[in-house]
T-cell receptor, first 115, second 111 residues
C-alpha cells in the first residue's frame, strides 16, 4: 500500500515564476491538506481539500491556490514566487469521516528553493 | 502569541537519560492532541495521540492537562535513534481538521 506521494522532491525556481506541486493521498483517504514548513519552524497550514473543494484556508495569500481531482489527488499552485516562499511543502492525507482525532499521514515533501 | 508553544531546545542528553518536553496551547476549544516526530529533512510522523487520561507507549508517556492547556511528552531510557525534532500538534474544534503545529523541540541523544 503506497503512502502519500509527492512530486517533485526538489525544485528550484526564479522569483516571479509559477510552480505546481502534486500529491497523491494514501489509499482510502479522501482529504488532502497542504502545509508549508520553513527552516526551523513547524509546518503551517495552507489549505485543505475535500470533495474537490477547498474547505479551510490558513493565512496564506491568494498566490497560493489548489485543486483536488476526482481520484482525491491534489495540486498546490504558487504564483509570482517570492524568495520567502522557499520552504518544504508537505501534503497530508486523512479520511475525513474518522473525525478530528484521526491520524494524518504526510508525504516526504517537496523542497522548493526560490532564487 | 503562537497557538502552540514548545520548549525551544535543543535538548542534549546521554543515552539512557529521561527527558521531558512541554507544550502549551492557546485555544481552549482544542479537541485533539498529538506528538509527531520529524527526522532531519524528512516528513513528520505520528508518534502518539494524547488523551486526557494520559497514555503510554513503551518508553514514551504523554499527558494532557486541559485546565492548564498543557501537553507533555516523557521519554525514558533515551536511545540514539530518538534523536529528532518532536512536534506538539493540536486540532481545533471548528471542524476544519487542520493541524496546528508548534515549532518543535530538537532532541540530541549522545553516546
Amino acid at each position: 500500500d503506497a503512502g502519500v506521494t509527492q512530486s517533485p522532491t526538489h525544485l528550484i525556481k526564479t522569483r516571479g515564476q509559477q510552480v505546481t506541486l502534486r500529491c497523491s493521498p494514501k489509499s482510502g483517504h479522501d482529504t488532502v491538506s497542504w502545509y508549508q514548513q520553513a527552516l526551523g519552524q513547524g509546518p503551517q497550514f495552507i489549505f485543505q481539500y475535500y470533495e474537490e473543494e477547498e474547505r479551510q484556508r490558513g493565512n496564506f495569500p491568494d498566490r497560493f491556490s489548489g485543486h483536488q481531482f476526482p481520484n482525491y489527488s491534489s495540486e498546490l499552485n504558487v504564483n509570482a514566487l517570492l524568495l520567502g516562499d522557499s520552504a518544504l511543502y508537505l501534503c497530508a492525507s486523512s479520511f475525513r469521516a474518522r473525525g478530528l482525532g484521526t491520524e494524518a499521514f504526510f508525504g516526504q515533501g517537496t523542497r522548493l528553493t526560490v532564487v | 502569541r503562537k497557538e502552540v508553544e514548545q520548549d525551544p531546545g535543543p535538548f542534549n542528553v546521554p543515552e539512557g537519560a529521561t527527558v521531558a518536553f512541554n507544550c502549551t496551547y492557546s485555544n481552549s476549544a482544542s479537541q485533539s492532541f498529538f506528538w509527531y516526530r520529524q527526522d532531519c529533512r524528512k516528513e513528520p510522523k505520528l508518534l502518539m495521540s494524547v488523551y486526557s487520561s494520559g497514555n503510554e507507549d513503551g518508553r514514551f508517556t504523554a499527558q494532557l492537562n486541559r485546565a492548564s492547556q498543557y501537553i507533555s511528552l516523557l521519554i525514558r531510557d533515551s536511545k540514539l535513534s530518538d534523536s529528532a525534532t518532536y512536534l506538539c500538534v493540536v486540532n481545533t474544534v471548528d471542524s476544519s481538521y487542520k493541524l496546528i503545529f508548534g515549532s518543535g523541540t530538537r532532541l540530541l541523544v549522545r553516546p
